[in-house]
């Protein structure tokens, strides 16, 4: 089994996915020849060609329009947001048509379109190219929002997404692209959509993540080890739909829990799952479920970025008050 960084388990996904349906299309700005400012899909144009691996204007409206079009005539592209800051010039595609496509056909067309894009913080990069706004997608029905936080995972998630009848918004966070490298299968699998995973077991507090926090949470957990107390930390994986089951099945086995997401507090991932806990295991809680997030602040300039993300210092401080409670 090869050893993979995340970025390499991403172009692996594309490229199974190239060789297995000659409908699959990649395209966005500078991921052609150049292979993507991350290099995520560094050597697919030379394998598959210029007229199933291409670059774009630099439009992001013109990606996403180009993307309908093409879903509507039977392709399946996979669009690339260099960063997803920019989101904001293509949500009419995105929001606007893509998410409604199945119902506004009655079921005619469903609008397979993967939306890959890197973002997040800790890389010191410029203004609005950090932007964590999965919970702007997660606000939309219709759209599936994922979010991997291991090499493994991104792999069969990616696969998942590309093959999805529907709009998948796939969300790659930058600090793990190349962070850690893990075991990945070479050949292809998939991992379903919608399904959380328990990246670690404990019975004393649950810990709701994803992307790059649920490594400062495994962090966190095993220094609240040494303390005595045995955390669990689940990666929620995909962010819209949550899976609503292993959340309440956790929290009734630790009956306590907290959320820790990198975007602002306000109007987030996080409160969402908070809100599913109170309305369905409110009974089952010893604590309040407490929230560990970025301030409700534009994301500041790189100099000051340390500050603002959540830590495994910040995810201790508030699991302890949950645990003492």
């Known amino acids: 089994m090869a050893q993979m960084t995340m970025i390499q388990a991403i172009n692996d996904a594309m490229k199974t996915e190239l060789k297995n349906d000659e409908n699959v299309l990649v395209f966005g700005e500078d991921v052609g020849n ?38 509507l005539t039977g392709f399946r592209p996979v669009m690339e947001i260099q960063f997803f800051g920019f989101v904001y010039e293509v949500m009419d595609s995105i929001s606007g048509q893509l998410a409604r496509m199945q119902f506004r056909s009655g079921g005619k067309y469903n609008g397979p379109v993967t939306i890959r ?32 936080s291991t090499p493994y995972d991104a792999k069969g998630l990616l696969i998942s997404a590309i093959r999805d009848e529907n709009p998948v918004v796939y969300l790659e966070h930058m600090k793990l692209y190349r962070s850690f490298r893990q075991e990945v299968p070479e050949e292809e699998y998939t991992i379903p959509l919608g399904k959380a995973d328990v990246k670690r077991e404990g019975t004393d507090l649950s810990i709701f993540a994803y992307g790059a926090m649920v490594h400062e949470s495994l ?55 908070v809100a599913e806990i109170t309305e369905r295991a409110i009974l089952s809680l010893e604590a309040p479920v407490l929230r560990v997030t970025a301030p409700d602040t534009i994301y500041p300039y790189a100099q000051g970025e340390n500050v603002w993300l959540p830590n495994a210092k910040d995810i201790m401080e508030a699991a302890n008050k949950v645990l003492t409670f």
């Open 34 to 71: 150049n292979g993507g400012v991350f290099r995520a899909t560094e050597g697919l144009q030379k394998e598959f060609g210029e007229e199933r691996v291409f670059d774009t204007p630099l439009g992001e409206s013109g990606i996403g329009g180009l993307a309908i079009g093409l879903s």
């Open 117 to 148: 894009s890197p973002f997040g913080g800790g890389v010191a990069t410029p203004e609005m190219h950090a932007d964590s706004l999965e919970g702007l997608m997660a606000a939309q029905p219709g759209l599936t929002v994922v979010i991997p």
């Open 219 to 273: 962090k966190a957990a095993e220094e609240l080890e040494k303390e005595g107390h045995s955390v669990e930390v689940v990666d929620l994986r995909t962010v819209q739909p949550l899976d609503i089951e292993a959340i309440i099945a956790s929290v009734e086995k630790t009956n306590r829990a907290i959320v820790v997401q990198e975007a602002q507090k306000q109007a987030g991932i996080a409160a969402n799952v």
